[in-house]
């Protein structure tokens, strides 16, 4: 009964930023469900990005440590994802995605938002 909605996309310059949102709903939300943001490039593998699990740890992926940042607001129910010194190689459909409780390496991902896609050029 989530219900996941991202925001944000659009083309920006390399070595821009841009603010992803994904606004959750549903009766069977939880704040402290697992939480993350994964990217699809045509060709590619999904990447998992960015996650925030049950317990509150943080993950990302190595190709985007030190220029994304993943953040909750609870009282908005909203995940974020903050995208900075954006790279071409960062152009991708994002998507933010629930496991509902978990820990880690243990979520699993029921819930996904439609996606919203980011592009960069350079």
């Known amino acids: 009964q989530v219900q996941l909605v991202e925001s944000g996309g659009g083309s920006v310059q390399a070595g821009g930023s841009r603010r992803l949102s994904c606004a959750a709903s549903?009766?069977?939300?939880?704040?402290?469900?697992?939480m993350a943001w994964f990217r699809q490039a045509p060709g590619k593998e999904r990447e998992r990005v960015a996650r925030?699990?049950?317990?509150?740890?943080?993950t990302y992926a190595d190709s985007v440590k030190g220029r994304f940042t993943i953040s909750k607001d609870n009282a908005k129910r909203t995940l974020y994802l903050d995208m900075n010194i954006l790279k071409s190689e960062d152009t991708a459909m994002y998507y933010c995605?629930?496991?509902?409780?978990?820990?880690?390496?243990?979520?699993?991902?029921?819930?996904w938002g439609q996606g919203t896609q980011v592009t960069v050029s350079s």
């Open positions: 995605a629930s496991a509902g409780l978990g820990f880690g390496d243990n979520c699993r991902y029921t819930y």
């Open positions: 549903g009766y069977g939300y939880s704040n402290g469900y697992c």
């Open positions: 925030i699990d049950t317990a509150g740890s943080i």
